[in-house]
């Protein structure tokens, strides 16, 4: 079984700066492609961002494209999630998730096998 651990959530102003992590609790989790989302109150679960297996290809979704960037360090099992330049809109509980090994990476909840329990971040105005 593949746990997900994340880390690194809180309380920030607008225009700051977190850095989440996600500790993947599995040998082989290098395999995995993953991604980060995030769902605020009473919307639906949104696509932040994705890496593939290796870490050569990510890809954003717009609204974060240029302030957030995620990479892996294979050898720790961890994912990061840097985040700058935060908005009240980021506010929301932001969750790390691990796809089963694909060619491709998705920005779908539906093609990942795998989630953490979920981080807050609350950016103040």
């Known amino acids: 079984q593949v746990q997900l651990v994340e880390s690194g959530g809180g309380l920030v102003q607008t225009g700051g700066s977190l850095r989440l992590s996600c500790t993947v609790t599995?040998?082989?989790?290098?395999?995995?492609?993953m991604g980060w989302f995030r769902q605020a109150p009473g919307k639906e679960r949104e696509f932040l961002a994705a890496?593939?297996?290796?870490?050569?290809?990510?890809t954003y979704t717009d609204s974060v494209k240029g302030r957030f960037t995620t990479s892996r360090d294979n050898a720790k099992n961890t994912l990061i999630l840097q985040m700058n330049s935060l908005k009240p809109e980021d506010t929301a509980v932001y969750f790390c998730?691990?796809?089963?090994?694909?060619?491709?990476?998705?920005?779908?909840?539906?093609?990942?096998?795998?989630w953490g329990q979920g981080t807050q971040v609350t950016v103040s105005s």
């Open positions: 998730a691990a796809a089963l090994p694909s060619p491709y990476t998705s920005d779908s909840p539906d093609k990942y096998n795998y």
């Open positions: 890496i593939n297996w290796i870490g050569s290809t990510t």
């Open positions: 599995k040998r082989a989790s290098a395999i995995y492609n």
